[in-house]
């Protein structure tokens, strides 16, 4: 059973940086597109970014586009989200998820992975 564990959530002041992390068991991490999405408070669960499984190509939604980078390290089954210059309106619960690298469908919506984590909660405060 594949299993998605988030970390690294928190608080921050505004213009600070975290970095989230996803550690993938048992799955081939390493065969799997992976992507961030958020649900902020009073909102619809949203796409923040996605990684391909070999190539590395990156994608980001247009509001963390020049602040977040998504990132992986195959050889630790990790995930990984770098944010900075936070905003209060980052302030979200985070979720990583993954699926097949050669799955259908957009990559911009979450019912298109399979696996998804918990979330850990990220606040900004101003």
């Known amino acids: 059973q594949v299993q998605l564990i988030e970390a690294g959530g928190g608080l921050v002041q505004v213009g600070g940086a975290l970095r989230l992390s996803c550690t993938v068991s048992?799955?081939?991490?390493?065969?799997?597109?992976m992507a961030w999405f958020r649900r902020r408070p009073g909102k619809e669960r949203e796409y923040v970014a996605h990684?391909?499984?070999?190539?590395?190509?990156?994608d980001y939604a247009p509001s963390v586009s020049g602040r977040f980078t998504i990132s992986r390290d195959n050889t630790k089954n990790t995930l990984y989200l770098q944010m900075n210059n936070l905003k209060p309106e980052d302030t979200a619960v985070y979720y990583c998820?993954?699926?097949?690298?050669?799955?259908?469908?957009?990559?911009?919506?979450?019912?298109?992975?399979?696996?998804w984590g918990q979330g850990t909660q990220v606040s900004v405060s101003s």
């Open positions: 998820v993954g699926r097949d690298r050669f799955a259908p469908g957009s990559k911009l919506y979450w019912d298109n992975y399979d696996y």
């Open positions: 048992g799955g081939s991490f390493s065969t799997y597109a």
């Open positions: 990684i391909h499984g070999s190539s590395n190509n990156t």
